[in-house]
């Protein structure tokens, strides 16, 4: 089946620490994705995209991703984290439907807990 | 103005009851989503709406009802819910919903928090 897949499900870390969070989908043909983070009571907030181009993206907050074709991955990354990195971090995958429509896919998620 | 608000913020509603939830956007985006997610899962799309017609609707149940009166305004009408359907219900809009995928860049509300008793 399609689907968008988080290796990790939660994660624990110091701060100053090197992320890195996995991702990968298994949808064929043209597809955008996405990191989104969702801080403890809020929404849905868009960390950075990828849609074409340079395949290492970088997003808010000092965030990256690197979209690897070949691998079907799009991982996270950031060099240090900090405290007020701790949140629900979702990747999604927005891929073609049947006439002509799109859909997004959001992976399970992976709660990251950063210690000071 | 790039945010999609959404009202109520939190909903408390009997079996019974009949309510609404609305959500708003004045980005000029043309598709509206409606997603539901529970506690420590990701979101998942109910129902997609394209130029005020409704293009996807995801084997939701018929008790949730959606309406786009316009293409700024999304509803979602509740009735004869179960304790289960208690969730986060999160609205979306995107510049569109097919062809470009530029265009598909989704731009998430707050969320209503709802609770049925």
């Known amino acids: 089946a399609q689907s968008v897949s988080q290796h990790n499900h939660h994660v624990i870390l110091s701060e100053a620490a090197s992320l890195e969070l996995g991702c990968n989908y298994s949808y064929g043909g043209t597809v955008n994705l996405f990191w989104y983070v969702q801080y403890p009571g809020q929404h849905l907030q868009l960390l950075l995209k990828y849609f074409s181009g340079d395949p290492l993206v970088k997003g808010i907050k000092g965030f990256e991703a690197e979209f690897i074709k070949s691998k079907f991955s799009f991982n996270l990354r950031k060099p240090s984290v900090q405290w007020s990195d701790t949140a629900e971090y979702f990747c999604?995958?927005?891929?073609?439907?049947?006439?002509?429509?799109?859909?997004?896919?959001f992976g399970t998620g992976t709660k990251l807990q950063v210690i000071p | 103005d790039t945010e999609v608000t959404q009202t109520p913020k939190h909903l408390v509603m009997g079996m019974t009851n009949k309510k609404s939830l609305k959500c708003e956007q004045h980005m000029g985006h043309r598709a509206m989503y409606w997603y539901k997610q529970k506690a420590k899962k990701p979101p998942e799309l109910m129902f997609v709406y394209s130029y005020e017609k409704l293009s996807i609707n995801e084997s939701v149940p018929s008790r949730f009802s959606p309406e786009c009166p316009n293409s700024s305004l999304l509803n979602l009408h509740l009735h004869a819910l179960q304790p289960e359907d208690s969730a986060l219900y999160l609205c979306a809009s995107s510049q569109g919903a097919s062809g470009r995928v530029s265009y598909n860049e989704q731009f998430f509300g707050p969320g209503t928090r709802l609770t049925v008793l």
């Open positions: 999604a995958v927005n891929h073609p439907l049947s006439g002509g429509y799109q859909k997004v896919t």
